[in-house]
């Protein structure tokens, strides 16, 4: 089964232009997590929110408008809102492959957040096609935490 | 599909338990819940609807420890048993590592078993992915009820295959962990083996 594999200098840069979204949208929060629920970075306000299930039910989320598009004949809803009381939530895909969240209050608007969003979109589709294409000549570089494990090292972790 | 990030140095898999309707795969996530750590799991998600019949998904991450320097989590998922929730269990298969298989032992639920053994494979077939090519796991549930199909008989119906298979009383954690760990054990030896 396929591998997502996300290295040093790639997730450098996607936490880099992560945290200029921050600043720029004046939002709480920023993430982004791949289409299966798993978290790859985070900005913002964090400690006191379950991360892992925020991006774990983000996922889940995007699957199910992207079922109810399916049955509409649509390819795809690309982009989802939710408002609230007092934290509102925008959650877009990138490349078809990540999801960028942006959870933000007052301080900020819809507007702003949509226009800072799609400008990051651009700068975090370019690292995610660059990541694909550089993969195979990165590969021998990076060792594999799998290159030397042994059966004795798994067992030793249900130990 | 597994998720290796050499930044934060994480793996990150995906189990997802499947199986029909109230056949105990929300049992198992409670029961790992209720027996783990503090410090090796996150908080226990369930969309359910107000019968608590699972409605999207049950959602447990899990952190076993560290294998050469890289932290290994585990992201179990349950599926909504129910027949009619077939749309939203194909969802979360979406890049699976591996399934857990619970079958229900009653002998009226056997003809349930057989027909969500099939929808898993149709939905798996749908992502590329073959049953008999990914890790796998069968957990035979419910063992201390009295009308139970003898175990001999549900290898031969439901594990023809003879994939690694636990009886188990979901309610009293018997054979929980055990299930866990096989299904664990051959999602790290997968990737072991892919490099």
Not at chain 2, 91 to 102: A, C, E, N, Q, S
Not at chain 2, 180 to 195: A, M, R, S, T, V
Request: charged share 25%.
């Amino acid at each position: 089964m396929a591998e997502f594999v996300l290295y040093e200098d790639a997730f450098k840069r996607i936490d880099e232009e992560l945290r200029r979204l921050y600043q720029l949208s004046n939002a709480k929060l920023v993430f982004l997590v791949d289409r299966n629920g798993q978290l790859i970075a985070s900005v913002g306000e964090t400690r006191n929110i379950d991360t892992t299930a925020l991006a774990s039910l983000t996922a889940g989320n995007i699957a199910a408008t992207g079922g109810i598009a399916k049955l509409l004949g649509q390819k795809e809803f690309s982009i989802l809102f939710h408002e609230g009381e007092r934290d509102n939530i925008h959650i877009s895909l990138v490349a078809n492959k990540v999801i960028l969240v942006v959870v933000f209050d007052q301080r900020s608007s819809l507007g702003l957040v949509r226009l800072r969003v799609k400008k990051s979109s651009q700068v975090l589709e370019q690292v995610f096609s660059e990541l694909e294409t550089r993969r195979p000549e990165k590969k021998v570089e990076e060792i594999s935490p799998f290159a030397d494990i042994t059966d004795e090292d798994i067992e030793k972790l249900f130990g | 599909m597994s998720f290796i990030n050499y930044s934060t140095r994480e793996i990150n898999c995906k189990i997802v338990y499947y199986g029909p309707g109230l056949c105990g795969k929300t049992t198992n996530l409670q029961y790992i819940y209720k027996k783990t750590a503090p410090e090796q799991k996150g908080k226990l998600i369930s969309l359910a609807t107000e019968t608590e019949r699972t409605l999207f998904f049950d959602f447990l991450p899990l952190a076993l420890g560290d294998i050469r320097g890289f932290r290994v989590r585990f992201h179990l998922y349950t599926v909504p048993g129910q027949v009619f929730y077939a749309a939203s269990r194909k969802l979360i298969l979406k890049g699976v590592d591996g399934v857990v298989f619970v079958a229900d032992s009653q002998i009226e639920r056997m003809d349930a078993n057989i027909e969500s053994l099939e929808d898993l494979k149709i939905n798996l077939a749908e992502y590329g992915y073959d049953l008999e090519r990914i890790p796998f796991t069968i957990q035979y549930n419910k063992r201390d009820l009295p009308n139970i199909v003898p175990v001999e008989e549900m290898q031969r119906v439901l594990n023809p295959n003879n994939v690694p298979y636990y009886e188990a009383i979901a309610t009293e954690g018997v054979g929980v962990f055990e299930t866990l760990k096989d299904i664990g054990k051959q999602i790290l030896k997968e990737l072991k083996k892919n490099y």
